[in-house]
């Protein structure tokens, strides 16, 4: 079973570039989020997404986009990477019913010079 | 979502049950309790839930309070591979279930 899928599991990119984080779920999960996770601290909620076609922001949203015309892919995108943004990404996903626990992916490791 | 109230960090001997304490005072009746590890970068991994009866899995057991205001994750025979990042977390259902919210955590190094 894949599970979640991210890609890439690194990248480096200078201020200013744009990327797309890929993560890919085939679960057949309806609810698919963002985090991130900075050095010594735990995840924060980036967006989500409760089905294909409908999304939300998270924690913190600022400088990141995403869409879902899937259930299986939610794809994240930094418009115009700043130094801030160098973290690790984690994608998850999970049914949605009541008592259901979530799925992590591998996570990315983001790094903005 | 609870707010939830772990230590911070806590050690165990190898082979040794290791019992982590979570507050979660401000539990509501439609709460579940939560409890994830994050092994070194590694995503965070699933190990167990519970509402109201203690739970048990192949990994864990979860011990709720009858009041529910607090639980305990037992790790029965904790190896070294342990060593992790545990949070509790404490969560409602509905349109939220894509909603995590990650605090601190307990950090939990299992010695020889």
């Known amino acids: 079973n894949a599970g979640v899928t991210q890609t890439p599991k690194f990248q480096v990119l200078k201020t200013g570039q744009s990327m797309t984080l890929q993560c890919a779920q085939d679960?057949?999960?309806?609810?698919m989020s963002w985090y991130r996770q900075d050095p010594g601290m735990g995840l924060r909620l980036i967006h989500y997404?409760?089905?294909?076609?409908?999304?939300d922001q998270g924690e913190v949203p600022n400088g990141y986009n995403v869409s879902r015309s899937t259930t299986e892919d939610f794809p994240l995108r930094l418009l115009s990477a700043a130094p801030s943004q160098t973290s690790v990404y984690f994608c998850?996903?999970?049914?949605?019913?009541?008592?259901?626990?979530?799925?992590f992916g591998d996570g990315t490791r983001l790094s903005i010079l | 979502d609870a707010k939830t109230t772990q230590p911070t960090s806590m050690d165990c001997a190898e082979g040794r049950a290791a019992n982590l304490p979570c507050n979660h005072s401000?539990?509501?009746?439609?709460?579940?309790v939560y409890w994830y590890r994050q092994i070194h970068s590694q995503g965070p991994q699933y190990i167990i839930h519970?509402?109201?009866n203690n739970e048990t899995n192949e990994m864990a057991s979860l011990i709720i309070t009858e009041d529910r205001k607090s639980s305990t994750l037992i790790l029965p025979h904790a190896t070294l591979r342990d060593t992790a990042v545990y949070y509790c977390?404490?969560?409602?259902?509905?349109?939220?279930?894509?909603?995590?919210?990650f605090g601190q955590g307990t950090i939990l190094t299992v010695h020889p």
């Open positions: 401000t539990i509501s009746g439609n709460e579940y």
């Open positions: 519970g509402l109201k």
């Open positions: 977390i404490v969560r409602v259902g509905g349109t939220s279930y894509g909603k995590l919210t």
């Open positions: 998850a996903s999970t049914t949605g019913r009541g008592g259901s626990a979530q799925h």
């Open positions: 997404s409760v089905g294909a076609g409908i999304t």
């Open positions: 679960m057949n999960h309806e609810y």
